[in-house]
């Protein structure tokens, strides 16, 4: 089971970007799917999860500005970001829980599938 970041880049404050996660190796339809991001030294933070109904969850510091979707058919979660700001510099990771849980958890401790990350740098 591997999840696939991509779409990461260096962009400027107020710009857009649209990070993609492609699940391959498995059926995802029935996980829910999760952005996390992390500066170096810092812990892991919540960005957004989604669930396979289509439920949502979004963490305060990006709401209004990023958007959690997903393509089961296609085994891919995406998160559209706009507005972005020299704080949402940070690795972005895609991630998916195992079977049973029908609601979008935040905790990463859910999450039984981690990508690579993708670098999200936004300049000022």
């Known amino acids: 089971v591997q999840l696939q970041a991509s779409g990461g880049g260096l962009v400027q404050a107020g710009d857009s970007l649209r990070l993609a996660c492609a699940a391959s190796g498995g059926t995802f339809s029935g996980s829910v799917m999760g952005w996390f991001r992390q500066v170096p030294g810092k812990e892991r933070e919540f960005v957004a999860s989604i669930a396979s109904s289509g439920a949502q969850n979004t963490a305060d510091s990006v709401k209004g500005r990023f958007t959690i979707s997903r393509h089961n058919a296609e085994n891919t979660v995406y998160l559209q970001m706009s507005m972005l700001k020299p704080e949402d510099t940070a690795i972005y990771f895609c991630?998916?829980?195992?079977?049973?849980?029908?609601?979008?958890?935040?905790?990463?401790?859910?999450?039984?599938?981690w990508g690579q990350g993708t670098v999200v740098t936004v300049s000022s």
């Open positions: 991630a998916a829980t195992g079977y049973g849980i029908n609601r979008p958890v935040r905790s990463p401790t859910f999450y039984n599938y």
